[in-house]
């Protein structure tokens, strides 16, 4: 108990202790003042009364402590909540995406196998939901001149045009051995490009025709009528 009193009246001491020494260091200071002007001025007679006030708080320490500590909870608060304002969470910055375009080459036929370019933009970071992958873009891009095709999404990152009416020729049969390919590999091999291009759009055939070079190459009639038969025996499958 004699320590719950003496915190309960711990701030009225605290300002009756504030009061006196305000007062003993202006009555020290004015007394200090006339001594160093006694030399040019003459002796003074100075009396220092108290202010207002510090004759209410002498009244009243109480309701003066009360006050005083409530000006400091409102300031120790306010000091924190300045503080919790400028540290708080801030949403996170959205993420600058800049694209490039990737201009088509021009296609070199004379090079095997034969690669086809595509016009194309590439984007700095994700610019696409994953569910739009895939699927054909009907809105929002528009080029000049007009070209009549189709954009699609390859990834979240990447969107490619494919011209209307153009088809994409997959020369995965080879003319160079006689060996058959795989049919269920091609058909894999097609469907792994209807990822990027639609399928109407996709044909096959043999990789070049079978006399690539002066002598031709190292196949019969009868293993060249196999490998056209495959071509078509696995279109037929494809597209019906």
């Given at each position: 108990m004699d320590l719950l009193r003496f915190l309960l009246k711990?701030?009225?001491?605290?300002?009756?202790?504030?009061?006196?020494?305000?007062?003993?260091?202006?009555?020290?200071?004015?007394?200090?003042?006339a001594r160093l002007l006694r030399p040019v001025v003459g002796d003074m007679n100075m009396s220092w009364y108290?202010?207002?006030?510090?004759?209410?708080?002498?009244?009243?320490?109480?309701?003066?402590?009360?006050?005083?500590?409530?000006?400091?909870?409102?300031?120790?608060?306010?000091?924190?909540?300045?503080h919790w304002w400028k540290n708080r969470p801030h949403p996170p910055e959205p993420v600058k995406?800049?694209?490039?375009?990737?201009?088509?080459?021009?296609?070199?036929?004379?090079?095997?196998?034969i690669v086809i370019d595509n016009l194309q933009l590439d984007f700095s970071a994700s610019a696409a939901p994953i569910e739009r992958v895939g699927k054909p873009v009907t809105a929002g891009i528009t080029m000049q001149p007009v070209v009549k095709g189709?954009?699609?999404?390859?990834d979240d990152k990447t969107l490619r045009f494919v011209p209307a009416g153009k088809c994409v020729v997959l020369g995965l049969v080879t003319t160079k051995r006689p060996q058959l390919e795989?049919?269920?590999?091609?058909?894999?091999?097609i469907e792994e490009?209807?990822?990027?291009?639609?399928?109407?759009?996709?044909?096959?055939?043999?990789?070049?025709?079978f006399s690539s070079t002066v002598e031709?190459?190292?196949?019969?009639?009868?293993?060249?009528?196999?490998?056209?038969?495959?071509?078509?025996?696995?279109?037929?499958?494809?597209?019906?």
């Open positions: 711990l701030p009225e001491r605290l300002v009756r202790a504030l009061v006196f020494v305000t007062g003993w260091m202006l009555g020290l200071l004015g007394r200090l003042a108290a202010p207002e006030w510090m004759l209410a708080v002498r009244r009243e320490p109480r309701k003066w402590a009360t006050a005083l500590a409530g000006v400091a909870v409102i300031a120790v608060g306010g000091w924190y909540g300045w995406i800049t694209w490039q375009v990737h201009e088509p080459a021009v296609t070199d036929y004379t090079k095997q196998p189709e954009w699609t999404w390859v795989d049919r269920d590999l091609l058909k894999r091999r490009a209807s990822r990027y291009v639609d399928i109407d759009q996709l044909c096959l055939s043999p990789q070049c025709g031709g190459n190292r196949l019969t009639i009868a293993e060249q009528r196999q490998k056209l038969e495959l071509v078509v025996q696995t279109a037929a499958e494809v597209w019906g």
